[in-house]
């Protein structure tokens, strides 16, 4: 059985988001005033291929917190959807 694993990893709230706030001024530039604030983050798809969902989601762990995510820095949230 395949797992598609969605993964976003995002900064901390208490980490400054630099890319997130350049963003955040050129859409106020473009007058988007309403916008009060952006966050820049990744997303990541992998497909696993285990037996059960528990298995592919303590692998999909691993991966994030080995690799995509740095755990100092970041959060990340992983989401499983069965495909045939």
């Not at 955040?24 to 473009?30: F, I, Y």
């Not at 997303?43 to 690799?67: M, W």
């Amino acid at each position: 059985m395949a797992y598609k694993v969605k993964i976003r990893v995002t900064l901390r709230p208490s980490i400054l988001d630099v890319q997130g706030k350049a963003v955040q001024h050129a859409l106020e530039n473009l007058g988007y005033s309403t916008v009060d604030a952006a966050r820049i983050g990744k997303y990541i798809e992998v497909t696993v291929n285990e037996d059960n969902n528990v298995e592919a989601e303590r692998i999909s762990e691993e991966i994030c917190q080995k690799l995509l995510a740095n755990p100092v820095m970041e959060d990340y949230s992983i989401e499983l959807e069965e495909i045939n």
